[in-house]
């Protein structure tokens, strides 16, 4: 790590936030600076960046580096002290940050389901046969499959709206997007059927936001500790912990939701097969009784492994065994 010792004893500002130059990366980046600025009284400042996730748009993520591609100029501009934190979608966050860096924090989660984006198909289950739905989810594809086998399924890469233009020209007959983005955006309206996580399970942090800062940055992390929701922290914990254990990345079509019932955190995940989509499906789910504290977050990452020795005993093991073909 380059020494920054602006940022390991004293909170300097402006503070600068490192964003993506999409619109919901800007949204996202512009709520932790509104909730920075009225809460402590910072003077907060945007650095908005294009990372090469932001680029490559006519290959899958899988193919290219994955979902590290959306952050690692981000932690580039924390390392060099151009930035003192950034802000991303969980989901997109590799399970293993680089060596200096740390989740600080994980604000309340939005809707984490799924949802179904058709302007004219009620849901997945109105389309007619063969028809076409965009997504470049392997996750999302290997549950698309097991629910309509026939579906013709088409990549589909881009930020939120090129994504919406794309459906609105004709190319697809509907496509699955995250409702977090949607909602964050006031475009709720375009959300046909929010779909169900007993039909499609979410990603691993979907809906959650992510505070990204340096290890040193002590002042920081301290300050960041204030914002944490503790029972969405506690199961993306969970969630995170399964996709760790089992490598989880873009070529993996591996699912993990975790959600709270009362005292009890349950969590669920689904592993599909990363080179034939039509493969059944492999889950698995368990529960524990947790104390909504940030000290239980080594027994929620306890809790997301459990699954996991689900996931190799129901069948996981020869999938993951394909995952090495990929």
């Not at 200096?100 to 004219?120: I, K, N, Q, T, Y």
């Not at 930020?159 to 190319?171: A, F, V």
């Not at 006031?186 to 505070?211: F, S």
């Not at 599909?272 to 059944?280: I, R």
Request: aromatic share 2%; glycine share 8%; hydrophobic share 45%.
């Amino acid at each position: 790590m380059v020494d920054n010792p602006r940022m390991t004893a004293t909170l300097t500002t402006p503070c600068i936030i490192a964003t993506r130059e999409s619109r919901l990366a800007l949204w996202q980046a512009e709520h932790v600076r509104d909730l920075l600025s009225h809460r402590h009284g910072l003077a907060v400042e945007l650095l908005g960046m294009t990372t090469r996730g932001d680029q490559i748009l006519d290959r899958a993520l899988s193919k290219v580096g994955g979902k590290g591609l959306f952050v690692k100029e981000l932690e580039v501009a924390l390392e060099e002290g151009r930035a003192h934190l950034a802000v991303h979608s969980l989901k997109d966050v590799p399970m293993v940050l680089p060596e200096g860096f740390v989740l600080a924090a994980v604000l309340e989660r939005e809707d984490p389901r799924d949802a179904w984006v058709s302007p004219h198909h009620a849901d997945i289950h109105a389309l007619p046969q063969g028809a076409r739905v965009g997504t470049s989810s392997l996750r999302r594809v290997v549950q698309l499959k097991a629910l309509r086998p026939d579906l013709d399924i088409q990549p589909l890469r881009g930020n939120l709206d090129t994504r919406l233009r794309k459906l609105d020209e004709g190319q697809y007959d509907g496509i699955v997007l995250a409702a977090a983005g949607l909602k964050r955006l006031g475009l709720a309206e375009r959300i046909r059927a929010v779909i169900d996580p007993t039909v499609m399970l979410p990603a691993a942090g979907q809906g959650a936001l992510g505070i990204e800062v340096r290890e040193d940055a002590t002042a920081l992390r301290a300050l960041l500790a204030d914002h944490i929701d503790v029972a969405t922290w506690l199961a993306v914990h969970a969630e995170r912990a399964v996709s760790r254990a089992l490598g989880g990345s873009c070529s993996m079509p591996l699912a993990a939701y975790a959600q709270w019932q009362g005292d009890h955190l349950v969590i669920e995940a689904r592993l599909g097969h990363p080179l034939d989509a039509d493969q059944p499906l492999v889950c698995a789910r368990a529960q524990a009784d947790l104390p909504r504290t940030l000290d239980a977050t080594t027994a929620a990452e306890a809790l997301g492994l459990q699954v996991v020795a689900q996931l190799r005993d129901n069948g996981g093991e020869a999938l993951l065994a394909a995952l090495a073909e990929v």
